[in-house]
């Protein structure tokens, strides 16, 4: 019987991403949408605060095991920024083209243009868990002006990784999946899962 897990987001690259992963490993991994679970605020300043936040509201609602991502870009030369905003990080509705244009253009003139994208995740067995399992993963790269490539998401088309002179969005599922801070994340989530099932 596989383990069911709902997924706390409705973000369908994380979905895909997640159940890609997950799946063959016997977990039976359901977005929260499908319980008709609406996404919560993520008022916190800190990815692993709004996180947690994100897995209690699923589980609580759902009575089942979660599993949430909170992940986003850091810039250096902007402080850190998009960071926890990244995916409002030019309001509201969100849009992945603005807000690659709004980061393009916050980095006009600038030549330091080193980045990284960070997650973290948790998985809570009930809401009111004491204890959950956290693991987290960084990808080291730097911001282009053009986009390239037409696979991924976000920022993955502006996310440049010199030592293979692709984007993101120019890596095929499997390699992005071995490289990325989600399935670094994710790798390390699923040992630790390993050791409680």
Not at 31 to 46: A, L
Not at 88 to 115: F, M, T, V
Not at 126 to 149: F, M, T, V, Y
Request: glycine share 8%; charged share 20%; with cysteine.
């Amino acid at each position: 019987m596989p383990h069911a897990i709902v997924i706390a987001s409705n973000n369908a690259g994380k979905l895909r991403e997640i159940t890609r992963l997950l799946s063959p490993l016997g977990f039976s991994v359901t977005p929260q949408s499908q319980y008709n679970v609406t996404e919560t605020e993520e008022p916190h300043p800190t990815f692993i605060e709004n996180c947690i936040a994100k897995a209690r509201h699923a589980a609580s609602l759902t009575g089942l095991p979660a599993i949430a991502d909170d992940s986003g870009i850091c810039v250096s030369a902007l402080g850190g920024a998009p960071g926890v905003h990244s995916a409002r990080y030019a309001g509201e509705p969100r849009s992945d083209q603005r807000n690659n244009a709004k980061l393009i253009s916050a980095l006009s003139g600038i030549a330091q243009r080193e980045a990284y994208y960070y997650c973290v995740m948790v998985y809570l067995r009930h809401a009111d868990d004491p204890q959950p399992l956290i693991a987290e993963g960084s990808w080291h790269g730097e911001i282009i002006d053009d986009a390239r490539g037409t696979d991924g998401f976000g920022y993955d088309p502006h996310f440049f990784i010199r030592e293979l002179d692709k984007t993101a969005a120019e890596l095929t599922a499997a390699e992005k999946d071995a490289l990325s801070h989600r399935g670094q994340a994710l790798a390390h989530l699923v040992e630790q899962l390993g050791r409680i099932r």
